[in-house]
């Protein structure tokens, strides 16, 4: 059972329903790649088999708690940081379909398609829309660790990895 569904999505960070049939892989893909990196695959699967527990459905809901300076604080929810991941992740794919001549981008006369800049900066929003209330959950979990014994705090990565490419320079001959 997915973590996120679709109307869940449109509720959030909506999705156009036209869209709706390929949902279910992004979704899926982005629990499986996204949230895998975020809470560890244990905690993962956890999450996965058990959504209705009082822990989980904190965790993945939002609720409010005491951050380590004593201050009262709400987080929006694992299922918020799902939904601008798995929209990041449909934004990726848009218009993209494999068919038997190989991958193609569907276009249409009356409509002009994003450049690529402009779609990196809304990829760009959207990822860092997540990640920053990733960060509030990440707070959560730690504050709340003993409630879930199969968070690692330690050595967590916060940051979905981003290749950097660097220019080669040219020689002197």
């Not at 996965?48 to 527990?53: A, E, G, I, S, V």
């Not at 989980?56 to 694992?78: I, M, P, R, W, Y």
């Not at 960060?135 to 003993?146: P, S, T, Y």
């Amino acid at each position: 059972m997915p973590l996120l569904t679709f109307q869940q999505q449109k509720a959030i960070k909506p999705i156009n329903s036209n869209n709706e049939a390929d949902y279910a892989q992004i979704e899926a893909e982005t629990e499986a790649v996204e949230l895998r990196k975020l809470l560890g695959i244990a905690l993962l699967q956890d999450v996965q088999k058990h959504p209705d527990t009082p822990e989980n459905t904190e965790l993945l809901d939002g609720a409010s708690f005491v951050n380590c300076n004593g201050q009262n604080v709400d987080h929006k929810g694992l299922r918020y940081v799902l939904a601008y991941l798995a929209f990041y992740r449909h934004t990726v794919n848009s218009g993209v379909k494999d068919t038997f001549t190989g991958f193609q981008r569907q276009d249409r006369s009356e409509t002009r398609r994003l450049d690529s800049g402009d779609l990196k900066n809304f990829q760009a929003q959207f990822q860092e829309i997540a990640m920053s209330e990733w960060e509030v959950v990440k707070d959560f979990l730690n504050q709340n660790a003993d409630k879930y014994p199969l968070w690692e705090c330690t050595n967590k990565q916060s940051q979905i990895y981003a290749p950097s490419f660097m220019s080669v320079r040219k020689t002197a001959r």
